[in-house]
């Protein structure tokens, strides 16, 4: 209300011979009245938007994609984000189901969140776009999104990768460059750098002391059939500990960010380090570009044998609402469609969906679209075996 | 209907309300929780309520826990005395010449607050990281980078100092505003140097405001985790980056809470001591009712 309309107000109820007290009551009531009136209206307006919760990768956050979803479902999005795969599930655990409808997971985890009942099973009918798939992403190439092998949906696939090892080519000798060693090689100290992530040290270090101790063939714990880096035996940490606390000394440092890798990388003060090659593929265009005068490669799977993942999408087992199970579904379709894909192979990261054709070939051969049959050899990310035993053995190297 | 007026008890507790409300239950209701938490364990990201004194043994059984303990503490020791050192001579100027200047230069001060401590460290990493403006500028001259300002214990303490001398600067200042310059003059008339007077008048009087100085930067420099992240290497990890780790990627709460519980601890114990070498009287203080 204006100051003069307000004034006039007044002044008629002044000569009315109405108080102001009186005045105000009846405003308050015909506000309340008013109130009364629009509620439904407000609420039919507010249930009309239903917001999706996401616990997701940052990088995934897309805002066209985004964008266009919330246009065409009258949809809100709200995202919020995590930096492993252990805090998600510990966020998960810890209520989360009650405040999130689709949290994304790697590798081993979609099998941990729905054994733990944090998750439900997804439909398939209502994810058309799974089509598009890479036969090596989906079964019987790839079962992880299912319960067991020809079980029920409990994921729809997003995009996959490495924890390979990114090398400058100017400094990683030839008969070097297909080995764990690289990171573990006092002849590079100085030069190394790895992620602050302690599940993947740990599980890359534990391969490396497979090796060496020879028991990668052998018998193994926790009733697996075949060699996991997530669950070593105990002599195996415990010779993984010893590689870390040596590899200490060669590290420059731990990176928090692919930035703060690049800015170690591109000027040549690192010559290796394990990532999700987004910064092989920065270096590899900047290398191209005629920015920098070395060239790199990045190590997919190490002779020893190397980490994988494929990230995807899950529903949260708290998420019971109909309207909202289904409209969680079309957010999935709509990301894995071929669109959304080619926008999120724009910023670098590789889809688990042929999306060749709306790309140029040297970005397929970059984002590695061509090689997926090598995720076929790649230990997936899994839940360290106990997290209790796996947080001293870090402690204990972070103190050494 | 005549409204019935609240007597002064009644008063005094609807004042002390909103500050007891505040207490309980963003302070005495967290802390009891973690000590609760401290005494269950964690399996598998579950906290099970199973009391045992585990965690306790972990902590002091071994050397690992107790490592991170004594870098964090000497690094609260190091940042606030460098603090202190650098804040003295920055307060004293500010309060003592500062004139109708002073509230600007305080303000100016705490410029650095209105980001975010990511902003700020990345900002520090900016001027002190491998491709840094120190480093590029000596590299540019074909000198050699200094190493010990890259990813080191070093830069983790310049990082915390950078971080936290507002804190000291602003307690100071405050102090030496209710100080009697006068005093200076009257001791300089009875022949004391400067150095003697400030050591004798200056200092003692405004020690209660440099004890909450070095409180301020002491408490936060000893459970700092983000600047050793950014700045410190692999041989800097603090005990407040690895508590972090506890209630994030480990999952490990139980063991994070007996780690919470000894950080509240050792900073209470730093806190009483620091109140002990405090006299009231010497300091001026008027407080404390009748």
């Known amino acids: 209300m204006s100051k003069e309309s307000s004034k006039s107000r007044m002044s008629k109820a002044r000569k009315a011979g109405v108080s102001r007290r009186s005045l105000l009551k009846a405003s308050a009531a015909g506000a309340a009245a008013a109130a009364t009136f629009a509620a439904p209206h407000i609420r039919n307006a507010e249930a009309a938007t239903i917001n999706i919760r996401m616990l997701i990768w940052q990088d995934y956050n897309i805002a066209d994609t985004v964008n266009e979803f919330e246009a065409k479902y009258d949809a809100r999005i709200s995202p919020a984000f995590f930096d492993g795969n252990s805090e998600a599930f510990n966020k998960m655990k810890a209520g989360g189901t009650a405040d999130f409808d689709l949290v994304m997971a790697d590798g081993f985890w979609p099998r941990l969140y729905y054994r733990d009942g944090l998750i439900q099973p997804m439909n398939e009918e209502l994810l058309p776009n799974l089509a598009n798939l890479f036969p090596d992403f989906a079964p019987p190439a790839y079962n992880l999104l299912h319960d067991k092998p020809g079980g029920v949906r409990i994921g729809a696939n997003n995009c996959w990768g490495s924890y390979g090892i990114t090398m400058n080519l100017d400094h990683i000798e030839p008969a070097d460059r297909d080995s764990l060693n690289i990171m573990f090689d006092e002849k590079y100290g100085g030069h190394l750098a790895t992620g602050a992530r302690f599940e993947e040290n740990i599980a890359m270090a534990g391969i490396l002391a497979a090796t060496q101790l020879g028991t990668v063939d052998g018998p193994r714990p926790d009733g697996d059939e075949s060699f996991n880096p997530y669950h070593l035996t105990d002599e195996e940490l415990e010779r993984a500990k010893e590689l870390l606390i040596k590899q200490k000394g060669l590290l420059v440092t731990r990176y928090q960010d692919y930035d703060s890798l690049q800015k170690l990388m591109r000027p040549g003060l690192v010559w290796a380090s394990p990532e999700f090659s987004e910064i092989y593929r920065r270096l590899t265009r900047a290398y191209e570009a005629g920015e920098i005068d070395f060239q790199v490669a990045h190590m997919l799977q190490p002779k020893e044998g190397g980490l994988g993942w494929i990230d995807s999408w899950q529903l949260s087992s708290g998420t019971t609402d109909s309207e909202a199970i289904e409209l969680c579904h079309a957010w999935v379709n709509h990301y894995i469609s071929n669109e959304s894909m080619t926008r999120v192979a724009q910023i670098g990261v590789a889809p688990c969906y042929d999306v060749r054709e709306f790309l140029p070939p040297e970005e397929v051969s970059l984002l590695m679209m061509d090689r997926t049959v090598e995720l076929r050899g790649l230990h997936m990310f899994d839940q360290p075996s106990s997290p209790e035993k796996w947080e001293r053995v870090w402690s204990e190297v972070e103190a050494a | ?290």
């Open chain 2, 1 to 290: 209907m005549a409204r019935r007026r609240l007597g002064p008890e009644g008063r005094f507790l609807l004042m002390a309300l909103p500050g007891a409300i505040f207490v309980v239950v963003f302070l005495l209701l967290p802390i009891l929780s973690i000590i609760v938490f401290s005494f269950w364990r964690t399996e598998s990201y579950t906290l099970i309520p199973d009391w045992n004194l585990d965690n306790y043994a972990t902590l002091f059984g071994t050397t690992t826990y107790m490592t991170f303990l004594l870098r964090s503490f000497t690094m609260a020791v190091a940042v606030s005395l460098a603090s202190l050192v650098y804040a003295w001579p920055v307060a004293y100027f500010i309060a003592k010449h500062g004139d109708r200047y002073r509230l600007l230069l305080i303000l100016a001060l705490a410029a650095p607050f209105f980001t975010g401590i990511i902003l700020r460290v990345t900002g520090i990493q900016g001027v002190m990281g491998p491709v840094g403006v120190i480093n590029l500028g000596l590299m540019n001259y074909g000198l050699q980078p200094i190493e010990f300002i890259m990813y080191t214990q070093t830069a983790v303490g310049i990082g915390v100092t950078y971080l936290f001398i507002p804190f000291m600067v602003t307690a100071v200042y405050l102090s030496l505003l209710n100080f009697d310059f006068e005093l200076l003059e009257v001791a300089k008339i009875n022949g004391a140097k400067p150095w003697r007077a400030f050591i004798e008048i200056t200092w003692p009087l405004n020690w209660m405001g440099t004890v909450i100085g070095l409180v301020l930067v002491f408490i936060p420099s000893m459970a700092e985790s983000i600047t050793p992240r950014f700045l410190g290497g692999p041989n800097a990890a603090s005990f407040g980056q690895v508590l972090g780790l506890q209630f994030g990627e480990t999952g490990t709460w139980a063991l994070g809470s007996a780690m919470g519980v000894l950080l509240f601890a050792v900073s209470s114990l730093v806190i009483l001591l620091m109140w002990r070498t405090v006299n009231l009287q010497r300091s001026g203080f008027t407080g404390g009712g009748s």
